[in-house]
């Protein structure tokens, strides 16, 4: 999905000089966007199923209805459209809140715009060859619904921890994701080891093993899983 065919991003942000940055940022990188700053216009326009945006990016914190309102209201009619949230650092309660309501990603500030538009292209990559409930990688596949991974064409049998990483990864194949972002994300709720997240690497390497699939380490920038076929 190339910026110059897609319909516009809708850009939800209150704070005037970080708004106008993202929009430019965006702009220049060949995406339309379109931008509001209050919480009760994004609602209005978000509110039909046929709004027309390909990815949202949502602030949590604006006045009139907050972004986990609109959020919670869009994902009752709208479930495919990929939402990025902007927290502000620190604000893990949110974040889960979030995430828990359908967000597919967040983003806290204050961010690199590099990140920001490695974060969009990978939602939106996500968007084309998804259908909502399969996610593929290479000879990988998951059924979100049925919570069950298939390595070519073989049931791949993981304990909740791993299969929760390894989906996550799923949805940011090809883009490395730090390690940090994996304990916020996937782990947020429970306190693990500082060697947790390596040890669960470690596992599914040995699981993708044999395979067209690799998870590599990305000096300074985390986990990437990619399929070389």
Do not use: C, W
């Amino acid at each position: 999905m190339t910026p110059e065919t897609t319909a516009p991003l809708l850009l939800v942000e209150d704070d005037a000089l970080l708004a106008s940055t993202l929009y430019d940022v965006l702009s220049l990188a060949s995406y339309r966007v379109d931008a509001l700053e209050d919480g009760d216009a994004a609602f209005t326009r978000l509110a039909s199923p046929e709004h027309g945006y390909v990815l949202v990016l949502l602030d949590l914190n604006l006045p009139g209805r907050g972004g986990l309102e609109i959020l919670d209201a869009m994902r009752r009619h709208d479930r495919d459209t990929p939402v990025l949230i902007l927290t502000a650092r620190g604000a893990i309660e949110d974040r889960v809140k979030g995430l828990d309501l359908g967000a597919d990603d967040y983003l806290a500030k204050p961010f690199a715009l590099d990140e920001l538009e490695a974060r969009v292209r990978a939602l939106l990559r996500r968007r084309q060859h998804d259908d909502g409930t399969q996610l593929h990688v290479g000879a990988l596949h998951f059924d979100t619904l049925t919570q069950r991974f298939t390595l070519d064409d073989v049931t791949l049998e993981l304990p909740p921890r791993e299969q929760r990483l390894l989906a996550y990864l799923m949805r940011h194949a090809g883009e490395p994701v730090e390690k940090a972002h994996l304990l916020e994300q996937v782990f947020a709720e429970e306190t693990l080891g500082d060697n947790a997240i390596e040890v669960y690497i470690h596992r599914l390497r040995r699981r993708l093993s044999g395979s067209s699939l690799a998870l590599r380490t990305v000096r300074g920038l985390g986990y990437l899983l990619e399929s070389d076929a």
